[in-house]
């Protein structure tokens, strides 16, 4: 195992059907985290008694949190460091709760060449199911940087 950071992956290395993802728990402190850093405090996700007498019957973890999963396995994994974001489509399907184990993955779709994008299908799953899904176009370095001294 090497003890150099991870590099992510230049243009060069990527095939389509690559996947990657991670899991993180829902947590109250994640939560409040993201709201303060989001400036969403939407009650939905913040006031137990608010949330209660909604459709949801309490409170739910924003849908841009469970989406950042995606982000940081774009930017720290597949592809990787030196990525950058050009575009992502999200659709939301189901709730998610505290306590719930969110499994961002993204998976190398189309691969272009000449404009050095990666087309890659991104979802987050909580138990096997989709909560969200939706695709990403990726700009991903052709050569590796040197290392700085």
């Given at each position: 195992m090497s003890t150099e950071p991870f590099a992510g992956y230049i243009l060069d290395e990527l095939s389509v059907g690559m996947s990657a993802e991670l899991t993180r728990t829902i947590t109250e402190d994640r939560i409040q985290r993201f709201a303060e850093a989001s400036d969403d405090f939407n009650p939905i996700h913040m006031d137990e008694a608010y949330a209660s007498?909604?459709?949801y019957r309490g409170r739910i973890a924003h849908g841009l949190l469970s989406a950042s999963f995606v982000s940081a396995v774009v930017g720290t994994m597949l592809p990787g460091p030196g990525?950058?974001?050009l575009g992502q489509t999200l659709s939301f399907h189901k709730a998610v709760r505290i306590g719930d184990e969110v499994t961002g993955r993204v998976t190398v779709?189309?691969?272009d060449q000449e404009s050095a994008r990666v087309t890659l299908k991104t979802e987050c799953l909580v138990e096997g199911e989709p909560?969200?899904?939706g695709e990403a176009v990726i700009r991903v370095p052709r050569k590796r940087r040197p290392a700085r001294a």
């Open positions: 007498r909604t459709a990525s950058i974001y779709t189309d691969i909560v969200l899904d």
